[in-house]
C-alpha cells in the first residue's frame, strides 16, 4: 500500500515542472520585450531623426521681393501660381502695409514720417520649399528662375545657413545609421541567445524525442508554437511600452507628435512585430535544429 508521501511524490514533481516551465516563458518574455523595445528605439529614433530633418529644412524661408507696381489681382495670381509650384510647399503673403505695422510697434516709431508719409516697405512673398528641395542646389536653380519673373525684384535666402543645416543634418544621421546597425546586431544577438537558453533547457527533450521515432517537423512544431507566443505577448508588450513613452513626452512638450506622427508610430509597431515573430521563429528553428544534430554525448557539454 503506497504511503501519503509517495502518492504526492508524482503530483509535486509535475508541479514544479509547470511551474518551472511557467518560470522560464515568462522570462523568455520578458527579455524579449526589453529586447524589442531597444529594437523599436532604434526604428522610432531613425525615423523621427528623418521627419526632424525635414522639418528642420521646410522651416526655411524663402522671401520674395515683389515689384511695387504690382496691384492685388496680379499679388493674388502670382501667390496662386507658386501654391501649384512642386518645389513649394507653403506661401505667406506679407503686405508693405503689414510691415510697416510691424517695425512701428518693435521700434516705437514711425519711419514713414521721414518720407512723407510714404511706407518705405515693400510687398513679399514668403516660401517654405518642401524638404526634397531644401538645399544649395535647388534653391540656387530655383531662385534664378524666379528672379526673372517681371513680378519679382530680388530672391532672398541665406545660402550659407541652408549649406551649413543640411551639412549638419547629414553628419546627425550618417552617426545614427551607424548606431542603429549597432544596435541591431545586438539585438539580434541577444534575442538568439535567449530562444537558444530555452531551448537548451529542453534538449533532453528533444533528444528523447528523436530516440522514439518522431519526425523533426513534428519536434519543431510545439517549440515554434511556443516561440510564436513569446512573439507575440512580446511585440504587444513592448509597442506599449514604446507608444505610451511617445504619449507620455507628448503631454510635456507638443512637439513631439509633429515629428513622432501617427504614420512613424504604425511603423514602428509594425516592426516591433515583424522583428518579434522573425527573429523568434528563425532562432527557434536554427536552435532545434542544432540539437537534433547533436549527438548523444555532446549535450552533456
Not at 523599436?40 to 528623418?50: D, F, I, K, N, Q
Request: hydrophobic share 50%; with cysteine; aromatic share 6%.
Amino acid at each position: 500500500m503506497k504511503t501519503n508521501s509517495q502518492k504526492e511524490t508524482a503530483p509535486s514533481r509535475k508541479g514544479r515542472a509547470r511551474s518551472g516551465f511557467n518560470l522560464q516563458w515568462l522570462t523568455s518574455c520578458v527579455s524579449t520585450t526589453l529586447v524589442l523595445v531597444l529594437l523599436g528605439l532604434v526604428v522610432l529614433c531613425g525615423l523621427s531623426a528623418s521627419r526632424m530633418s525635414d522639418v528642420v529644412r521646410e522651416n526655411m524661408t524663402v522671401t520674395l521681393l515683389l515689384n511695387e507696381n504690382l496691384d492685388s489681382t496680379d499679388t493674388e495670381l502670382l501667390e496662386a501660381q507658386f501654391r501649384q509650384h512642386p518645389a513649394v510647399r507653403e506661401t505667406k503673403l506679407v503686405t508693405g502695409e503689414q510691415i510697416l505695422t510691424e517695425e512701428i510697434a518693435r521700434l516705437g516709431d514711425d519711419p514713414s514720417v521721414f518720407l512723407n508719409g510714404e511706407n518705405p516697405y515693400g510687398s513679399t512673398l514668403e516660401l517654405h520649399v518642401n524638404a526634397v528641395y531644401a538645399n544649395s542646389d535647388s534653391l540656387l536653380k530655383y531662385s534664378a528662375e524666379w528672379k526673372q519673373l517681371w513680378q519679382i525684384d530680388d530672391v532672398v535666402y541665406q545660402p550659407d545657413i541652408v549649406a551649413n543645416v543640411n551639412h549638419t543634418l547629414h553628419r546627425i544621421m550618417a552617426v545614427l545609421v551607424v548606431l542603429a546597425a549597432l544596435l541591431t546586431i545586438i539585438s539580434v544577438v541577444l534575442v538568439h541567445n535567449t530562444v537558444r537558453l530555452s531551448v537548451y533547457a529542453r534538449r533532453w527533450t528533444i533528444h528523447t524525442m528523436r530516440l522514439v521515432g518522431a519526425s523533426w517537423s513534428f519536434i519543431c512544431r510545439p517549440f515554434l508554437l511556443r516561440s510564436l507566443g513569446i512573439a507575440l505577448v512580446s511585440s504587444v508588450l513592448a509597442s506599449a511600452m514604446l507608444i505610451g513613452g511617445v504619449m507620455w513626452m507628448s503631454h510635456h512638450d507638443g512637439m513631439v507628435l509633429q515629428i513622432v506622427t501617427t504614420d512613424i508610430q504604425l511603423i514602428v509597431v509594425a516592426a516591433v512585430v515583424v522583428a518579434a515573430l522573425l527573429l523568434t521563429q528563425l532562432s527557434t528553428w536554427l536552435t532545434v535544429m542544432h540539437f537534433l544534430r547533436m549527438r548523444e554525448t555532446e549535450m552533456y557539454k
